[in-house]
């Protein structure tokens, strides 16, 4: 009794893992794998895309340069050491300003 018990329960525990799979299941399947690769051709195109504009970039600054003979260089420029003409101006104030005070 236990055992035909328990080889029937075993027998639809296997009917049960081998079932076949619903209708719906397998359209939902079909329907996901194609929007799976509809992005994925989407992704590859808009890669594609990226990488066209970054080369186009790269292909326009370097022609720019060579028609204007503009050598850039990025970076280098220390804004704090710049002998500018407002720091000219300010050290002749001070001078004028000095001068004035001696004199006076």
């Known amino acids: 009794m236990f055992s035909d018990e ?5 027998e639809m525990h296997e009917r049960y893992a081998n079932r076949e799979s619903r209708e719906e299941d397998l359209q939902m399947i079909e329907m996901l794998k194609r929007t799976i690769n509809e992005r ?3 992704l590859r195109k808009l890669a594609d895309e990226k990488r066209y504009f970054q ?3 790269v292909n326009r600054e370097n022609n720019f340069n060579k028609m204007f003979n503009v050598m850039p260089n990025v970076g280098t420029i220390n804004p704090l050491l710049a002998n500018t003409k407002v720091n000219s101006f300010y050290k002749i104030l001070s001078l004028l300003t000095n001068l004035l005070i001696i004199t006076i």
Do not use: G
């Open 6 to 10: 328990f080889l029937s329960l075993r």
């Open 40 to 42: 994925d051709d989407l």
């Open 55 to 57: 080369m186009e970039l």
